[in-house]
């Protein structure tokens, strides 16, 4: 998709590939037969330069024909570089980082004051916490008592120009959050097992929103990409795509 496109954060689409497997594998209460469905479970992708990957798991899921995924990028594409919520399945269109959490806990308080029974779900990357906008939604939801709100941190450590280290400390990131009110767990995001065990732990305290950090590596799977801050804007072409795939067809 990527590749064909010209277009995406494949760095940190394979940061949290393992993320989307789990939720779409069979953890979130969705259907793709009825995808506008009121007692769906809510998924906001708030790192939405992620795109990709969520598109994928859609149309694995059957939300929309895997041959779509091929124009993915391209001129009038439903399939937009940030994800688009003109695509069965996704609930709001988003890319703009600090945004997605607050959006959540909307969702997740209109939920409670409904008595509904779904769940809300929102994945973030480490870089958006460095906005002002996640953590006032963060004391939002903790105000609230929003233990219907899920969100997962894709906690691989590097932004789109350089490593959290050097742009913004977020430790202890467990503490702060933990601070502002909510639950938290720390799991590695690659571990289907672990994942699966932490979301179905929560609301981890009662009345509390749940915080997942998922440990995880940007550019998982393609050793030349992991840890890589090159990648996250890169797209793999020619040598580098072939090397790429067969790395990734070598461990299924």
């Not at 600090?98 to 909307?106: C, D, F, P, R």
């Given at each position: 998709m990527t590749s064909v496109g010209g277009g995406a954060h494949i760095g940190a689409v394979f940061s949290c590939a393992d993320i989307l497997a789990v939720l779409y594998g069979g953890f979130l209460r969705?259907?793709?037969?009825?995808?506008?469905?009121?007692?769906?479970?809510?998924?906001?992708?708030?790192?939405?330069?992620?795109?990709?990957?969520?598109?994928?798991?859609?149309?694995?899921?059957?939300?929309?024909?895997?041959?779509?995924?091929?124009?993915?990028?391209q001129d009038g594409s439903d399939l937009s570089g940030h994800v688009s919520h003109k695509l069965p399945g996704v609930d709001?269109?988003?890319?703009?980082?600090?945004?997605?959490?607050?959006?959540?806990?909307?969702?997740?308080?209109?939920?409670?004051?409904?008595?509904?029974?779904?769940?809300?779900?929102?994945?973030?990357?480490?870089?958006?916490?460095d906005?002002?906008?996640?953590?006032?939604?963060?004391?939002?939801?903790?105000?609230?008592?929003?233990?219907?709100?899920?969100?997962?941190?894709?906690?691989?450590?590097?932004q789109g120009i350089a490593p959290i280290a050097e742009v913004i400390e977020l430790a202890p990131f467990a503490e702060k959050w933990t601070a502002f009110g909510w639950g938290v767990r720390e799991v590695d995001g690659h571990d289907h097992q672990a994942l699966h065990t932490a979301l179905a732990a929560a609301p981890f305290v009662a009345g509390k929103p749940s915080c997942i950090l998922a440990h995880t590596v940007k550019g998982k799977g393609v050793s030349f990409m992991e840890n890589s801050v090159l990648w996250h804007y890169r797209i793999p072409r020619g040598a580098e795509f072939d090397a790429a795939l067969a790395e990734l067809e070598a461990h299924p």
């Amino acid at each position: 998709m990527t590749s064909v496109g010209g277009g995406a954060h494949i760095g940190a689409v394979f940061s949290c590939a393992d993320i989307l497997a789990v939720l779409y594998g069979g953890f979130l209460r969705v259907d793709p037969t009825a995808p506008k469905s009121p007692s769906r479970d809510r998924f906001v992708l708030s790192k939405g330069h992620a795109g990709a990957g969520l598109y994928a798991v859609l149309a694995e899921r059957g939300f929309f024909p895997v041959e779509q995924l091929l124009t993915h990028y391209q001129d009038g594409s439903d399939l937009s570089g940030h994800v688009s919520h003109k695509l069965p399945g996704v609930d709001v269109s988003t890319g703009s980082l600090g945004h997605g959490l607050s959006i959540a806990a909307g969702m997740a308080y209109s939920a409670k004051l409904k008595s509904a029974p779904h769940r809300v779900f929102c994945l973030l990357s480490d870089g958006e916490c460095d906005e002002g906008s996640t953590w006032e939604a963060a004391l939002f939801a903790a105000h609230h008592g929003l233990s219907n709100l899920i969100a997962i941190v894709d906690y691989n450590r590097i932004q789109g120009i350089a490593p959290i280290a050097e742009v913004i400390e977020l430790a202890p990131f467990a503490e702060k959050w933990t601070a502002f009110g909510w639950g938290v767990r720390e799991v590695d995001g690659h571990d289907h097992q672990a994942l699966h065990t932490a979301l179905a732990a929560a609301p981890f305290v009662a009345g509390k929103p749940s915080c997942i950090l998922a440990h995880t590596v940007k550019g998982k799977g393609v050793s030349f990409m992991e840890n890589s801050v090159l990648w996250h804007y890169r797209i793999p072409r020619g040598a580098e795509f072939d090397a790429a795939l067969a790395e990734l067809e070598a461990h299924p």
